[in-house]
């Protein structure tokens, strides 16, 4: 796995120096922190929105800072948790006096550091909530959702509560609807080969030269089955039923739905996967609110994709489809 | 190269069925040729705007079919033309009595076509325009403009072009404003890694454990020079230089950037080659006035990118900035 960088151990500073030089009129960094927020922030009236997470999954963490989407990003390393420092420092420059509400993955470095971040924020007064995203059904069974990790429904959590923000909602409106469109969200990835972190000398996860893996996770962590690839639209229903099964979506429901390239799978193949995926949801009477289909979560140059349906009710509908303008999600 | 698709020939088929499956509110396939169109076509009072190319490419060329962008494609198969047929239809499609502007890069195949498709439509009473690209500085010498392949330069000149003629701008001044988009654009690419058509046993190229291709095409087609991969800030000044010293671009001028990655290459690597970029345009008293940095022009899961540099004045800044709206580019 050959790479454009330069030294393995400053991608993230270099990447984050390109990415503020290319979106100088949307964002900017904190003189102190690894930390980027929405060129503007504090926004008088409106609650400040915090995420974070590891870096290696761009458009995500920092390419949705923006206009109904969030305020601030807390950077950290490929694939590791950004300190509470840095999280600390996110939530002070986004807090208007509305409170912050603080969006994260469930990987245990992220709450720890988050949580260690929002209990010193409190400390200083700062009103602030935090929800925890668990979306992937391959990383656990439903009756341990706990341990289920956060995936593709970062980003619609992020377009939803970004809209509400935006609406002057407050700090327990914004979690109710952020609980809600994360209970409504379940993912499903499946990956025919991995990843390298720029300082590793081993790809983050090996398979045979015929071989995927269902519900493999962001970071190359293990899914739930391995076996030989199977044609697009095999891998596309076996995802499916998972999904449908465990809210379970239903007949009348409504879901927008996002299929997520993984890094290196063409949009070709994405939306060869739609194809089915609409056929099936069609078959199972649910109806498409929106679709996108794109690279809104990626894992470096992992090859996959996974599939996110959210269930949406008239305000779900109303939040997703607002305008939003970030450098890298722009909805119009 | 593993892939998640059906089966191998009917890839642009199933695709296309995705796609329009995904963004049926803005695009539709003509009932009688493999042609998208814009939902609507043709527009009252505005010239038709029509493109194509082969397949394999996405965003690129349907993802661009939108408000303020293009108004039909001609889908070939795999890095295939499409036939003089299909545009013709596109053509006939799309033009609402204003005549018709046709927008291509410049291959043999797509010029076979496109003209034999010109010809036809003029034989019906279309006024017919077309303009072909050849920004791909690596793809011949100077003095052999004419051989130039056309990349990224495409994307440039449907931006500009579909904001002109939603402006009601005539053919006349279309063909005039493409002409010098076209002139003012020249690109570089580099990949280190193949794609694989998906009917072919082979990938496009081979390439040594530890090397890359300097002026590589979007079909894999050879480039300038072969050798061993460098860390990304010189093969950036490797490109960056051809790319200045073409045109060649000046102190004082003012550009559009756009860094496109060519199918595998992770974003964090395009922005740490447009950080080398943003100093080489500084340092060379260059100002940007726009960038774009993503996937734009794909050659399926090529590994590599593309610098663009668009020389622009006060009437293509007007026009890049215009809002836009297309199922893969929204620009608010």
């Not at 400390?123 to 995203?133: A, K, L, P, S």
């Not at 979306?135 to 956060?150: F, T």
Request: aromatic residues 6%; charged residues 25%.
């Amino acid at each position: 796995m050959k790479k454009f960088i330069n030294d393995p151990n400053k991608v993230v500073d270099e990447m984050l120096e390109g990415f503020l030089a290319a979106h100088s009129d949307m964002v900017e960094k904190l003189l102190t922190s690894r930390v980027v927020v929405r060129k503007g922030a504090p926004f008088k009236g409106k609650v400040g929105l915090v995420t974070g997470g590891g870096s290696g999954h761009k458009p995500a963490f920092i390419g949705y800072i923006g206009d109904g989407l969030v305020d601030a990003v807390a950077v950290g390393d490929i694939f590791s948790s950004p300190s509470a420092q840095q999280i600390y420092e996110a939530i002070k420059a986004v807090d208007s006096g509305k409170g912050v509400l603080c969006m994260l993955g469930n990987y245990s470095g992220d709450i720890m550091n988050f949580d260690m971040a929002v209990e010193m924020a409190r400390e200083d007064g700062h009103r602030v909530e935090q929800v925890i995203v668990n979306d992937d059904v391959g990383s656990a069974p439903k009756d341990k959702m706990e341990n289920r990790r956060g995936v593709v429904g970062e980003v619609i959590l992020w377009k939803v509560a970004g809209a509400k923000a935006k609406e002057g909602a407050s700090l327990e409106e914004l979690k109710k609807i952020a609980e809600k469109t994360i209970f409504n969200s379940r993912s499903m990835g499946v990956a025919h080969s991995p990843c390298r972190v720029p300082t590793a000398e081993e790809p983050t996860f090996t398979l045979g030269e015929n071989e995927m893996e269902i519900g493999v996770g962001h970071h190359g962590e293990p899914g739930v089955k391995r076996m030989p690839l199977k044609p697009a639209d095999e891998v596309t229903s076996m995802l499916m039923e998972k999904i449908l099964e465990d809210l379970p979506f239903k007949s009348g429901d409504e879901v927008v739905v996002n299929i997520n390239g993984l890094g290196a799978t063409p949009l070709l193949e994405l939306y060869i996967v739609y194809r089915k995926v609409h056929q099936i949801l069609k078959d199972s009477k649910i109806k498409v609110h929106r679709t996108y289909v794109g690279e809104y979560f990626t894992s470096l140059e992992m090859g996959g994709f996974s599939i996110t349906l959210t269930k949406v009710d008239d305000e779900l509908k109303r939040l997703i489809d607002a305008p939003a303008k970030a450098p890298l999600f722009v909805q119009a």
